[in-house]
Nanobody, 113 residues
Framework: QVQFVESGGGVVQPGGSLRLSCQAS????????GEWHRQAPGKQRELVAQ???????KYAESVKGRFTISGNNAKNTVYLQMNNLQPEDTAVYFC???????WGQGTQVTVSP
């Protein structure tokens, strides 16, 4: 079982920025795709961004141009830089590896005037 610990969430105003971090308990992101997902109240969990072990990235249309996923394999960590945040980005953000069914506890992001 792999443990993922997310951090960096908080409350920001529209247009603000946050950087989320996700540390895995093992060296998994060197070999498998890392993912960030989010779940807003009353909605299904959705995939926000992915980064392969080789560094290729993919984003949901709703966050393209605003969010950037990156990784530091030496630290078993993936990041999500979120700029120009909007109220619709409010959600609990989770990370995982595509290789497992394990999830972290999530970190709350709230965008409010």
């Amino acid at each position: 079982q792999v443990q993922f610990v997310e951090s960096g969430g908080g409350v920001v105003q529209p247009g603000g920025s946050l950087r989320l971090s996700c540390q895995a308990s093992i060296n998994i992101f060197s070999f498998y795709t890392g993912e960030w997902h989010r779940q807003a109240p009353g909605k299904q969990r959705e995939l926000v961004a992915q980064i392969t072990s080789g560094g290729s990235t993919k984003y949901a249309e709703s966050v393209k141009g605003r969010f950037t996923i990156s990784g530091n394999n030496a630290k078993n960590t993936v990041y999500l830089q979120m700029n120009n945040l909007q109220p619709e980005d409010t959600a609990v953000y989770f990370c995982r590896s595509a290789a497992t069914d394990d999830w972290g506890q999530g970190t709350q992001v709230t965008v409010s005037p």
